[in-house]
């Protein structure tokens, strides 16, 4: 059975005022936040091996590569506000659409932005000792809820980061573009004086610690390439903003191809760089890698730098999730599974105001409740799982719409999107061995959406009949 081609016409109160440059520096800002500053000695205690690390960044850029190939598909076919949210839609209906719409509201995006938050606190107070997170102001009641600076300080980020974009998305732009330049800059300064004028040291490819099996070296790297997928989460980010990227047919599709190659190029040259400077037993896990490489290179004053530059690093990431992650609700709205306040759009700023402010608001409470690390430990996982039906989806839409106008099609189809899932399921399955709590919890949080996407359904049912 063949069904009706829909049309995906783009939103008629979002204005189309995000070019490619823009586009690129919106992906390229969200996804080069934290994690390339601090998963390196994550992996290391996972694979002892220079070679194999390097080799595990590789298969990270390999592989959002093809899934970005696949999104650049589904996002050119249908350059909509929300981006995967409408994707899973189309594919396999409003359930599994709002299960995603969930799960990103609730814990996957929210927790994000309250975790980049933090993060900026934490790096804040390496220049101001005062504001850090153990400066607690404030303690109430008999299991003592606690204030501290750094709370604020994240606080305060995230509101000035949503004022910035309910202003409008020219300004947030600008903003972006500026952040993701210096961090492009710094991160390459780094590299440049590391080659030049760092303590550098031979680096062994090739090395493997002759007491791991073969099965012991395949496990971790496959756990390896979950703490990859955190430093890569992100780079679907930019499809939620379709609705307002200009040409969103080319855009889009090499917005999606350049920001993968430029995030990976990064990240490999900085991986070297942290490889040269310490042999990879003294990285093995280390929290805050670039500091100690940094260190190692230059000597101790080069932590200040290191820190100044996770500072710009993780603005940028809080800005463009900020930016991004308000278009899913306001798609979820306009079909009734959100707040219908935030399908509005601001009829001065262009900007959808009031999901702005629901995330704002949701991501300081995550940020409050003093359960922040358990969400981010598990959001990883739900996002790989969502990744995996998005990227399936294209399969059920080519069958399920075959007319759609389709600009660009993904190259390598069916054999990239395949291996983009089958690599895909394996992270998740050593996810799911390495944290099962975590992520079963995870799955967990997904299901209780279920009875919540009834109960919702049955009162716009209600309401609709009300109105007949």
Known sequence: ?????????????????????????????????????????????????????????????????????????????????????????????????????????????????????????????????????DNV??????????????????????????????????????????????????????????????KTQPMDIMAIPPDLSLGQIVVGFLVALVAVSWAFDGWNNINFVAGEITHPQRNLTLTLIFGTLIITAIYILTNVVYLMSLPVTEIAGVYRVAEVSASALFGGPAAVFISAAVLISVLGALNGSILAGARVYYAMAKDGLFFSRA????????????ALFIQAVWACVLMLSGNLEQVVTYTIFIAIVF???AV????????????????????????????????????????????????????????VGIPVYFFLKRRRNEETKTFE
Do not use: C
């Open 137 to 198: 102001l404030l303690t109430v009641g008999m299991e003592p809820f606690s204030l501290s600076a750094g709370e604020l300080v994240g606080i305060g980020a995230i509101a000035l980061f949503t004022l910035v974009n309910f202003i409008g998305v020219g300004l947030g732009k600008t903003i972006q573009n500026v952040l993701t330049v210096i961090k492009i800059g710094t991160i390459l300064v780094f590299v440049f004086l590391a080659f030049t004028i760092g």
């Open 392 to 447: 399936a989806s294209l399969f059920t839409l080519r069958k399920k719409y075959p007319d759609l106008p389709r600009p660009y099609k993904t190259w390598g189809y069916p054999v990239v999107p395949v291996l983009f899932i089958l690599a895909s399921v394996g992270i998740l399955l050593a996810t799911l061995v390495e944290k099962p709590v975590e992520s079963l919890s995870g799955l967990g949080l997904i299901a």
């Open 343 to 354: 399908a509005q759009i601001h009829p001065r700023y262009k900007t959808p105001a009031f």
């Open 387 to 389: 990744w995996v039906v």
């Open 1 to 133: 059975m063949v069904h009706h081609v829909p049309t995906f016409m783009s939103d008629s109160k979002l204005i189309r005022q995000i070019g490619l440059f823009d586009a690129t520096m919106i992906m390229v800002g969200i996804v080069i936040g934290s994690g390339i500053f601090l998963s390196t000695g994550i992996i290391a205690a996972s694979i002892p091996s220079a070679g194999l690390i390097l080799l595990a960044w590789v298969v990270g850029g390999l592989l959002t590569l093809a899934g970005a190939l696949t999104y650049a598909e589904l996002g050119a076919a249908m350059p909509e506000a929300g981006g995967q949210y409408v994707y899973i839609q189309k594919a396999y209906g409003e359930l599994a659409a709002f299960l995603f719409g969930w799960i990103f509201f609730f814990a996957y995006m929210t927790g994000g932005i309250a975790y980049l938050a933090l993060a900026f606190a934490e790096y804040l107070a390496y220049f101001f000792p005062f504001l850090s997170m």
